[in-house]
């Protein structure tokens, strides 16, 4: 019983780790690139993220080798910006666009990158299955011919991008 209970346990541990069949990480990442501010275009709605505006992601190296994970964005329904932190560590290898990231403890999500331009200015971000899906960008605002680049790759990978939300960045007074 006890090993059955400890094999059902490490499946629910590692359960959200994986991606897409139809997703493949980067194989020229480089985590020194990827560090600092990140700016959240579109996603797939979640709860975690629900009503939120103004997203953003600020990427830095932790000391035991991993990257820390602040999370922020502004909920216009409470009047307050939200935040999470988190860590990341890299699944595979220190060139491949596959982290693991966990808000919650020892349980861990895909973060899989799946297109970063050559520039490194913008990225294209899976989970673990067809529900999570990001357009992540160093400025708040791009082109309209890279959100119909990131529309057109991500339809192709399987995703429901009618259910997209462009996440609002305009300036506001808050």
Known sequence: ???FLTLISLVSLTGCL???SSVTP??????????????????????FERGLSHVSAEYSFRQDGGIKVLNKGYSKQKGQWQQAEGKA???????????????????YGSYVIFHLDPDGQYAFVSGPDHSYLWLMSRTPI????VKKEFVDQANKKGFDTKQLIFVDQKPTER
């Open 89 to 107: 560590y890299l699944v595979e290898d220190s060139t491949t666009g596959y982290l693991k990231v966990s808000f919650f403890g020892p349980f």
């Open 26 to 47: 980067i194989n020229n990442f480089d985590p020194n690139n990827y560090t600092g501010q990140w700016y959240e275009l579109a996603r797939l709605d979640h709860s």
């Open 1 to 3: 019983m006890f090993r």
């Open 142 to 145: 791009l082109t309209d011919e």
């Open 18 to 20: 994986g991606m897409p």
